[in-house]
């Protein structure tokens, strides 16, 4: 019998788990083996690898200090952007720690206190509610595996399975699919560049250097021709001088982008949602880890007390985070809507003057 059991360990589920471990007994599974590092996941986050000026104040706040062999080179201080529909470029000041993704999850794991139970290679299959609490399954080496718990959390993503088992209104964030491919590179890009296509996407797309790669990424719209209008931003970027080389991998996964407050979800009854599952990212950015981390701080927070009326504070706490959300999707527009980003990228306000 477990008190809590946490599916998915990204930084939302792991940061949890190092912050409640001691005190509850836990549980944490993840399809990802994050403890072996000889082991070669077929599952990997398709994510940048970007830590924000915002996730670098979430780690100061928790006390943490990022090991220097998770960091990659080149460390990135501008932000590249070039807008293709009102053929404009600025460059603007951003500080980024470029970082290996699976590295950082794997330092968050070694992180955890020992008393936390490590399921990983193991897939969520479901929960029933009980008279204790909940009983999940879960296949675990190949095997069908059940455990109780008083609590689930589900740190499980965009796609949270145990969000779709709770949310009843089906007031869902909006839902894009992130496509991400790694080629060989051998010159240095000194920024991390984002590109605004009206013909590509109502989102974004980037171009991250990562030691001697480049990585392409999009967020596009499910169902739109997605890997037409992938191919068609390589073309038109490769015609402004991108030189994309060999092709190493390619990474695929769904991004939620929260348009209005209502579609962030804490939980209900003793299931509790942290990180993306709970609608906590970026709706400009599709930055998650600062909102992974805080919305993880805030639920161990609210366990301090007791589990009896947890969820009552975790909800009060992350009013913050709504309110956090409600003013991205304020300033959007000045970023997404063609005429407004025009407007201010001619004016140059912020922008830096390349020698």
Known sequence: MYDIVIVGSGPAGANLARLIGDKYKVLLIDKRDLENENHKNT?????????????????????????????????????RTIDLTNNLERLYQRFYHNMDREKFD??????LPTG?????????????????????????????TAARTKVIVGADGALSNIRKSICYDKNFPERYISIQEWYECQSTMPYFTAIFDTEISDFYSWVIPKNKCLLLGSALKPGDNTREKYN???AKLT????????????????????????????GRDCIALV????GAISPSSAEGISYALKSSLYLAESLEDGIDGFLNRYEQKVKDI??????????????????LRNFAMKSGFQSLKQC
């Open 43 to 79: 599952i990997n986050k398709c994510c940048g690898g970007l830590l924000a000026p915002d996730a670098q104040k979430m780690i100061a706040k928790l006390g943490l200090g990022v090991p220097k062999d998770i960091l990659v080179d080149p460390q990135l201080f501008a932000v």
């Open 106 to 111: 794997r330092w968050l794991i070694s992180l």
């Open 116 to 144: 936390v139970d490590k399921k990983f290679n193991s897939f969520f299959k479901g929960f029933t509610k009980t008279k204790e609490g909940y009983e999940i399954k879960y296949i675990y080496n190949g095997l069908e």
């Open 232 to 234: 068609l931003l390589k």
């Open 239 to 266: 015609q402004l001088g991108f030189n994309f080389g060999n092709k190493l991998k390619t990474e695929g996964a769904f991004i939620n982008r929260p348009m209005k407050i209502s579609q962030f979800y804490a």
């Open 275 to 278: 990180g993306e599952a709970a």
């Open 322 to 339: 709504k309110l956090n959300l409600l003013i991205k999707n304020l300033k959007s527009p000045a970023m997404f809507n063609p005429f």
